[in-house]
């Protein structure tokens, strides 16, 4: 079965410094992967989406990697600040019934970051 | 303006109860998901609806069952709810197709069986 690690349940960081979160998995070929942001008591929120094909994607401070022979994804988010604090969420994301353009989204557990002012 | 909304927030139920959650997006979305979210956060898929048709149907007791009306709504009906049934359940909504298709995801509600 499909498996999907989040390199760690929390980080902390000092204000400033990039962060870098990991995402691996085994036993999977998807077509794309995301990463979402869940606050406490909230829904997640999606962040970015990579496809196998794009090695790499920015959106402002965030930036995401996508290796498909490493199998691992990583999630950088530069000059973090207090307000970067949450939790991250790497989702497998595979097509599910082609003819209806539907997709399933795996996620993992999720890293607790936190950073320090 | 809320793009999906789920009704109630919370839920404190007796086991053995019977329960819904309603799910109602305005993003004009084709798919629509509930998900599940554990005392350890872990967030699980459990059904997925495209045009009001069932698409994925996960492992899941047969107490759940999810309804759609229409393409804006996706209800979940729990029967005989068990202690195990607390946690977070969310509903979430997204395109169809090859282009940018990520999820948008409700509030959630917080089910707690006594």
């Known amino acids: 079965s499909q498996k999907i690690e989040q390199n760690s349940e929390a980080l902390n960081i000092q204000e400033g410094k990039t962060a870098t979160l990991t995402c691996n998995y085994t036993?999977?070929?998807?077509?794309?992967l995301q990463w979402y942001r869940q606050d406490p008591g909230r829904g997640p929120v999606f962040l970015l989406l990579?496809?196998?094909?794009?090695k790499e994607k920015r959106k402002e401070r965030l930036k995401v990697t996508f290796d498909t022979t490493l199998k691992q994804s990583l999630f950088h988010i530069t000059a973090s600040q207090p307000a970067d604090s949450a939790t991250y969420l790497c989702a497998l994301d595979w097509v599910v019934w082609a003819g209806a353009g539907s997709y399933q989204l795996t996620f993992g557990k999720g890293t607790k970051l936190s950073v320090i002012p | 303006d809320t793009a999906v909304s789920q009704t109630p927030k919370y839920l404190v139920t007796q086991m053995g109860n019977d329960k819904s959650i309603k799910c109602e997006q305005n993003l004009g979305h084709d798919t629509m998901y509930w998900y599940k979210q554990d005392s350890k956060k872990f967030l699980k898929i459990m059904f997925s609806y495209n045009n009001k048709e069932l698409i994925i149907n996960e492992t899941v007791p047969n107490r759940f069952s999810p309804k759609s009306p229409d393409k804006a709504h996706l209800n979940l009906h729990i029967n005989s709810l068990e202690l195990g049934d607390s946690a977070v359940y969310f509903c979430a909504s997204s395109s169809t197709g090859q282009g940018d298709h990520e999820q948008f995801f409700g509030p959630g509600t917080r089910l707690t069986v006594l």
């Open positions: 990579i496809r196998e094909n794009e």
């Open positions: 036993n999977y070929s998807p077509a794309y």
